[in-house]
Nanobody, 125 residues
Framework: QVQLVESGGGLVQAGGSLRLSCAASGRTFSSYSMGWFRQFPGKEREFVAVISWSGTYTNYADSVKGRFTTSRDNAKNTVYLQMNSLEPEDRAVYYC??????????????????WGQGTQVTVST
């Protein structure tokens, strides 16, 4: 059973930074891409970023491009989301996710079957 545990959320002022972590266990982490999603109150979960199994490919939602960076440390079974220049509009619950298929990368949440518990990010003005 794959387990994903996020950490690093919290309250930050607009313009500030946070780094989210997602620790994975239960299978060979280095063979799977990892995705980040966020969910606003009353909205569906939306794509934020994805990183390939090797870390050489990343892709971002337009709303976070240039401000957020995802990376991974396969030796630690952990993926990160560095969030800079945070805006009040970034306030959401952030989730990491893993797909079922080896090496596949997805922007759509339907490609993911394993999800973390989520971590709240709040940005104050």
């Amino acid at each position: 059973q794959v387990q994903l545990v996020e950490s690093g959320g919290g309250l930050v002022q607009a313009g500030g930074s946070l780094r989210l972590s997602c620790a994975a266990s239960g299978r060979t982490f280095s063979s799977y891409s990892m995705g980040w999603f966020r969910q606003f109150p009353g909205k569906e979960r939306e794509f934020v970023a994805v990183i390939s199994w090797s870390g050489t490919y990343t892709n971002y939602a337009d709303s976070v491009k240039g401000r957020f960076t995802t990376s991974r440390d396969n030796a630690k079974n952990t993926v990160y989301l560095q969030m800079n220049s945070l805006e009040p509009e970034d306030r959401a619950v952030y989730y990491c996710a893993a797909p079922r298929e080896l090496f596949a990368t997805y922007r759509d949440r339907s490609g993911y079957v394993y999800w973390g518990q989520g971590t709240q990010v709040t940005v104050s003005t």
